[in-house]
């Protein structure tokens, strides 16, 4: 297992990077000293697949969770299902010593996290990526929020996690073509921050394609590294974090002509 610290004073927050996490989730959020009662909330394809998992490993470590799930993809990351998710969590009366588990991928993390950032005007929140591209961008740094017609993302807030848990064993369901465009995110890092990185995908790309977990634990990490390195020295992208924005900017515009439904 890799571990990355995020440092951001009274804030930070470790990054667990590992086979065989989604076991721990339980544990390790009673580290944390939250409170019992806490929803996992999930998408329509992931739920099925790892969120028995993940509650089998809270209510063993006396935690009392419930499940919200919501529909997948990027059409569902809206205010509305926002509002939808207030009243489940509403009725399953949650706290503010109570917190909320992302688990899933990139929109579930941003919806997720942003539910935990206005929620009772805030309450703790833990990452469970279960994409390759979640684990090293939406995962880690703060960013949360959701989409309107005229944009992405343009109702959210830098609100951090109180840990990252990336298990590599949920990669292995993942669709060919999200798991490559995970990869075109590693790439970017290689791009933007470290050669040595860059030159190492080239050479270790057959590995990765075969998703093998010591050298995707190793990428990853580097990847995490890299962002939380940024995300420390500029939290609220004034400047420098804006680095970690190459390729997105025109990739969102697509994504918003196509009315999220296309790319």
């Known amino acids: 297992m890799r571990v990355v610290k995020v440092p951001l004073g009274t804030r930070s927050y470790s990054i667990y990077i590992g ?7 339980g544990p390790r959020c009673a580290k944390l000293g939250l409170g019992k009662r806490c929803t996992v909330v999930s998408d329509r394809n992931v739920a099925p697949l790892y969120a028995d998992s993940a509650h089998q490993s809270l209510r063993a470590a006396g935690f009392e969770p419930v499940r919200v799930v919501v529909p997948a993809g990027e059409t569902a990351k809206t205010l509305r299902t ?3 998710c207030y009243n489940q969590l509403a009725a399953h009366r949650l706290e503010r010593t109570s917190f909320i588990v992302a688990l899933g991928g990139g929109v579930v993390g941003d919806l997720a996290g942003f539910l935990a950032a206005t ?9 469970v990526p279960t994409s390759l591209l979640a684990a090293v961008d939406s995962s880690v740094g703060g960013k949360v929020g959701v989409n309107l017609t005229a944009g992405k993302n343009l109702v959210g807030a830098f609100y951090q996690p109180r840990l990252v848990l990336c298990d590599l064993a949920t990669f292995h369901t993942l669709p060919e073509r999200e798991y490559r465009a995970g990869l075109a995110e590693v790439i970017k890092y290689g791009v933007i921050y470290d050669a040595a990185l860059f030159k190492r995908l080239e050479r270790d790309m057959p590995t990765l394609l075969a998703r093998r977990p010591e050298t995707l634990a190793a990428v990853i990490a580097r990847c995490c590294q890299i962002k939380a390195d940024v995300v420390a020295k500029d ?3 004034g400047g420098l974090r804006q680095i970690l924005n190459f390729g997105h900017t025109i990739g969102h515009a697509l994504e918003a002509i196509s009315r999220y439904g296309k790319y």
Do not use: S
């Open 19 to 25: 086979t065989g996490l989604l076991e721990e989730l």
């Open 82 to 84: 926002v509002q939808l």
């Open 119 to 127: 929620y009772l005007r805030g309450i703790a929140f833990v990452q």
């Open 235 to 237: 939290e609220t992208e």
